[in-house]
């Protein structure tokens, strides 16, 4: 009996310690993992101011009355500025618009000829084709992706500044050179991609087809007058920028 009274007292013995330790344990308090923070993701929404430059080239070509063509291609500089606004509409998707202006280098100097229509000599001249001046106003629509890009694409007016020249020796030896100048406008498409590369700072790449159309041009001057030909002015321009958002 006193064996079955001491085997009872340290099974309760034992029992009431278990007790005491689940007791213990469920005093410890729960940690609750602290939450990921979430990734920043970039927002397009906003107007910027920036420049850019870049190469260019024209693919032109005049046209003579009597249907005859030369078509001739200028490599050159181009320069300047742009502003713009954007929505970011969606997760991923952009709109705006933008308008650019700048200054070009563009010039194509070749050999060409002219005819006296009462006389019906032909004479020998100079043809020069210049742009100096390019402009745009444009409307895009952008993706965005990998949290700081956007790539669109855009397209929409353009306008240039030209000096056509024919510089010939009348007969008897009299020097001249009748010119034109004209501001052209058109149409114009293309793309790039932007690089969010600050919280206010983007850098971009695009490039953009210009399309002037054919128009005819009178050339005058002291002495001399060329008409009866035109002339269709096309570019390609490649151009890299900055732009500040605010």
Same mark, same amino acid.
């Given at each position: 009996m006193h064996r079955i009274a001491l085997a009872s007292t340290v099974v309760v013995t034992l029992m009431g310690a278990g007790a005491g330790r689940a007791a213990d344990m469920a005093a410890v308090p729960y940690a609750r993992p602290l939450p990921m923070a979430e990734p920043v993701i970039y927002r397009w929404t906003g107007c910027h101011v920036g420049w850019h430059a870049g190469g260019l080239v024209s693919e032109d070509r005049s046209i003579t009355a009597s249907g005859s063509s030369h078509g001739f291609s200028s490599p050159g500089f181009v320069g300047g500025g742009q502003v713009g606004c954007d929505y970011q509409f969606a997760p991923g998707w952009v709109a705006g618009v933008e308008g650019r202006a700048g200054w070009t280098s563009v010039e194509n100097t070749h050999a060409a000829s002219v005819r006296n229509l009462t006389t019906g000599d032909v004479l020998p001249?100079?043809?020069?084709?210049?742009?100096?001046?390019? @402009?745009?106003?444009?409307? =895009?629509l952008g993706y965005g992706f990998a949290d700081r890009w956007l790539a669109? #694409?855009?397209?929409? /007016? @353009?306008?240039?500044?030209? =000096?056509i020249d024919d510089a010939f020796t009348k007969v008897g030896?009299?020097? #001249?050179?009748?010119? /034109?100048?004209?501001?052209r406008s058109g149409w114009t498409v293309g793309g790039?991609?932007?690089?969010?590369?600050?919280?206010?700072?983007? /850098?971009?790449?695009?490039?953009?087809?210009?399309?002037f159309g054919q128009r005819s041009a009178t050339l005058t001057g002291p002495g001399a007058t060329v008409s009866g030909y035109s002339v269709k002015d096309t570019m390609h321009a490649v151009t890299t920028g900055v732009d500040y958002h605010f």
């Open positions: 001249s100079q043809f020069t084709l210049s742009n100096d001046f390019l @402009a745009s106003a444009t409307a =895009r669109y #694409v855009r397209g929409g /007016a @353009a306008w240039t500044h030209e =000096r030896g009299i020097p #001249v050179d009748p010119s /034109a100048h004209l501001t790039g991609v932007d690089w969010a590369l600050a919280p206010h700072w983007s /850098a971009n790449l695009e490039y953009n087809y210009y399309d």
